[in-house]
Each structure stands twice: as C-alpha cells, then as structure tokens.
C-alpha cells in the first residue's frame, strides 16, 4: 500500500517521496512522490497520557483501556505510556494489574509500560496530587507496585529524604527516573542527575524554576545533557517562547508530552482525574481551586504549538517521536526505516492528522 505522500521523515531526516507499507512493514520510501502535501512522520510517543475520551485510567477497566487505545492512536499517538496519578497505593496496584491484563490484546496503540506520576512528591509541589496519598520514599511499596505490574517510567522529588534509594532500586530494575512536582534547588537536582535521574516531568510545571539567583530543577535539567526534559505542548502549561527556549537549550532532548486525562475529547463539563474532580472548560481542565489539572489535547497539538512557536517542524517531530523512545530504550518506536514496523502518522499543510497507521494497519483518519 502506497501512502501517497510528497514526503517522510525517515531515520530522522526529512526524504522526498513516497513510502510503501505491507504485512505490518515499511517496506519501501522514496518513491515517487504522490501530488499534494501530505507528509509521513512517525507514530507520536507519548510518555505522559492519564486518560483520553472520557477514561480515566486509574478506574479504568481492560474494556475501557481497549477503547482509550482506540482513542488516541486516532489522534496520532501510536505508543503511550499510561499514567497513573498519586493515589491510595491499593487502587494503584489494582489499577497495574488492568493495565497488565489490557496490555495482551491487539488494537489501538502499543500500551507501554506504566508511569507513576507519585506517590513520591514534594508537598509544596503536589498540584491537583492528593495531599492524602502522596508518601515520603519507601522502597517496600515502590517494589510492591513494581510487582504488581509493568512500570517504565516513575516520577518522583530527589530531594526528598530517601529519594536517592529509590532512584537506585528503579534503576536496578530498569525503569526510567523522572523528577518532578519537586521543590529541588540546584545543588540537590545536580546531586540526582548523578545518582541517574535521567528525564523531568512537565518542565516549568510543579518544579522550582530560572531564578537567575537560585535554579532549580528546570534550570538545572536544560543544562545536563544527560536529562531529557519533557513539555506539555497544550499552549497552555508553556508559553511559547519557553517551548523555544527549551528547544534550543536542550537540543535534541527534548520531549512533548499530553498530561491527558480523560477530559481530553470530550464536550466542556466536570471530569475526573484519578477520582479527583476537575473541570473542562475553553480548551483547559483546572481543579476546584482553580489551578491547571492535566491537559485535553492531542500530542500533535503540542507539534503544532512548538512549531507555531518557531521551532523546527522536524526538531518538533523528533521531541514527539524518536525522542521518548530513546529515553525509553525502545528503538523500534517513534522512526519510520525500510524494514521497520508501520507506525505512521500523515499530516497535512495544517499539521492536522488525516491518517494513522499502528502496525499497518489504518486506526485513524480517513
């Protein structure tokens, strides 16, 4: 099946012409190209996604998580990670176990495995996070959830005490350490970048901040070159010159994330995220008290914003593709390569999603 586009992104680079796909492969690009400006870029990755079309995944069911798979592999995101908020650690557990037992069936996106956004939070960052069920670090519930369920990638605040021991037993294990809804200063973001911290969660979002005087976290992630700093690109959590600045700081780096929850394509009205009332309303979820909970936009949205911001349209692609995938060790998303799996998304001169493809199969669009 040819795709008719004019163009691809292709092991990173931009290549005219057309691609092919058959049997869940690519099986060839460059061909001649297909009249019009339909371009082919790789399945979007997604490394932060609470819910989606009114799922929330933290109550969800192995029903209800077939259907939110469906749900955003329409939008583009061919592989996400779904996140579970801070919450009792017994709803978390059971909330693993669905996601193991959702995982086996073929459909939708490739569910990865889980992120943990908390318990393990700094108190004065917590944001929509239940105060209640947040938890200073304790490596026997972190390795019960563990083993519980699959879990790639665990959000937490390093400079909690304790922090560093968890960050070992994560990395022992092979899972991915972020920090975030952290109160870090320099000294202490420094100190867990060494112990392996290798990702922020949400830059700029519920993390000590640029102070020219006194950095903190996202200060300190944008000069490491070891962290990737992942963004919620909604237009509404960054401004677009922190998106820039961020684009080119950490060149290369730098990842777009949803922080969808299930709002996210639904009608304005109440919602909830992890049992926690929010509300949608113009485009944004805020909490009762009124602070941004989450986000209800696609990750294309964040390709658009970025790009609208003056960023690259490739460095763009990159941040909601290749980039998660490398942080997550998984070299067979977020690229499109002759031989490799058909994990496409087609875009128009608007940057809008008209076609998905998930293994080769068309999951979205026309």
Known sequence: MRLGVSAAVVDGAWRPGDVEVADGRVTAVGLPPARGDLVAVPGFVDLLCHGYAGVDLARAGVDEVAAFRAAVARDGTTAVCPSLLTDDPDRTAAALAVLDAARGRPGGAHLLGAHLEGPFLSPARL???PPEHRRDPDPALLARLLDTGRVDVV??????PGAGALVGLLRDRGVVVSAGHSDADAGQAHRAVDRGIRAVTHLHNAMSGLDHRAPGLAAVALTRPEVVVT?????????????????GAAAGRWALVTDALAAAGMPDGPSRLAGVPVTLADGVVRNTAGGLAGAAAPLVRGVRTAVAAGVDLLDAVTAATATPA?????????????????????????????????????????
């Open 127 to 129: 944001g929509t996070h």
């Open 155 to 160: 959000t937490l605040a390093p400079e909690l």
């Open 231 to 247: 963004i919620i690109g909604d237009g509404h959590h960054v401004a677009g010159e922190m998106v820039r600045l961020a684009a």
């Open 326 to 366: 490398r942080l997550l060790g998984r070299p067979d998303l977020g690229r499109i390569t002759p031989d490799g799996p058909a994990d496409v998304v087609l875009l128009d001169a608007d940057l809008a999603v008209t076609r998905v493809l998930v293994g080769g199969h068309v999951v979205g669009g026309e």
